[in-house]
């Protein structure tokens, strides 16, 4: 069987830190371990890298060598509180249920919405099927959980599974209250060539999006109590009419409730 990332990504290693971690990577991804300076690995095929930055594992795209690069940020969003538990306020508040306790993430993706419900005080689980993906938020819970306040307060951070998401929900053995969904959705505008580009070789490198309706339907089936759907305030919803929706900035949150 080939590769998943063969001659898109390589595992970059820029000849500082422990390079068994590097090497471990790269066999996990079944990908090269490169060294050298920006400049040399111009000259290879692979269009993007992963490589540790500032100590976190970051992911470069061969024309933004120099640039920071591409990581799950752990901090708060602009706007959200720093305190723990954050405030449930908000429409993602509002849909997930201020009641509710536990909630899994089917497409955990770069975790921005998982996160900010962790420190709103949501027990969260994290699905995610890229491999790309699973290395970096791996690394981004490991920051998260050596974060003076998260140790202070004892604190469970995101469990991870990593895992296809229809096939996990089927299996799972506790039921969650909530189940989470963010699918893609087609832009509604056309982007420019070069977005358009950035885009396809992003797509190329973490894979087709799984089926919407399936996961809907695994969701509804493997919820305790509710799904909720994060969509553009275009699209039509995913199930049927939702039990609520909850408006945000050009997006919404559908829920479906069970009872």
Known sequence: ??????????????????????????????VPLLEGVPTQLMRVNESFFLTWRESSLKLLDKELLNKGGMLVEIEPRPGEQRSWPA???????????????????????WAQDSLHLFRMGYHVTCIERSPVMQALLSDALLRLQQLDWVQRLQLQVPQLVCDDAIARLAALEVTPECIYIDPMFPPKRKKSA????????????????????ALFAAAWEAAGKRVVVKSPEYAEPLGAKPSASYAGKLLRYDVYLKT
């Open 1 to 30: 069987m080939q590769p998943i990332y063969q001659g898109k990504l390589a595992v970059w290693y820029p000849g500082q830190g422990d390079l068994d971690a590097y090497q471990a990577l790269a066999a996990q991804l079944d």
């Open 87 to 109: 405030p449930k306020d908000g429409a993602l508040a509002q849909a997930i249920g201020r009641k509710t306790k536990t909630v899994v993430d089917a497409t955990t993706g």
């Open 194 to 213: 070069l977005a358009k580009k950035s885009m396809t070789i992003l797509h190329d490198l973490l894979g087709d999006d799984m089926d919407k309706n």
